[in-house]
């Protein structure tokens, strides 16, 4: 599949948006030096291009920098993320946060979320166990922040703020909000089945 997207590049066809974030997807799933290169190039060139990417390609991009532990490079794409409701952006932001080491700022991220008076109408910013779980491995560390989270997870959990999702099952969501022509949706099912399952070291 990534063979088939270079060779479109290479011949000058324009990437659209679901093209793009197929594109990243599968760079994601490849899960090495040269598809993060690949990833880190495409979001370069659309930018420079002036492309519009949709925001999941901008997630796609901070979980591929993640998984080749290029912290730095995770860091700046996430700083691009400008939507802050999405509950994928604030799981993503969490992670980055951990893995460069500040602590304290993983604890106002979730700090924010519970204080946020969400309306009824509007969907809650949720995190999945996954990510927390990892955090609270990491804060053990920390004895202040450690009792921090106990309390900060309390709350989320009681205001329905906890998902069992993992991180790699909301990267692969389709949004129900939109209608996803079938022939790209069988794409993606086909990339995503073609890859090996593997315990996302994200969390690492």
């Not at 799981?91 to 700022?105: A, H, M, T």
Request: proline residues 4%; aromatic residues 6%.
């Amino acid at each position: 599949a990534l063979e088939v997207l270079v060779e479109m590049k290479k011949q000058g066809i324009p990437f659209n948006k679901e093209t793009y974030l197929l594109a990243f997807a599968v760079c994601y799933k490849l899960d090495n030096l040269e598809s993060c290169k690949i990833s880190a190039k495409l979001l370069e060139e659309a930018q420079l291009k002036g492309d519009p990417l949709p925001l999941r390609a901008f997630c796609f991009a901070v979980a591929t920098a993640l998984k080749q532990n290029d912290i730095a490079q995770a860091k700046f794409y996430c700083s691009q993320i400008m939507k802050s409701e999405n509950k994928l952006y604030h799981n993503l932001k969490v992670l980055v946060q951990l893995r460069s080491g500040s602590l304290e700022e993983v604890i106002k991220t979730l700090e924010a979320a519970v204080e946020v008076d969400t309306p009824p109408f509007v969907k809650k910013i949720e995190f999945s166990e996954e990510v927390l779980a990892t955090v609270k491995e990491k804060m053990e560390e920390n004895p202040n922040l450690s009792a921090k989270l106990g309390g900060i997870y309390m709350k989320l959990q009681a205001s329905g703020r906890i998902t069992m999702s993992t991180l790699e099952d909301m990267l692969f969501q389709i949004p129900s909000s939109k209608k996803t022509p079938a022939k790209l949706l069988n794409q993606k099912q086909l990339v995503y089945q073609a890859a090996k399952p593997l315990r996302s070291n994200l969390l690492l």
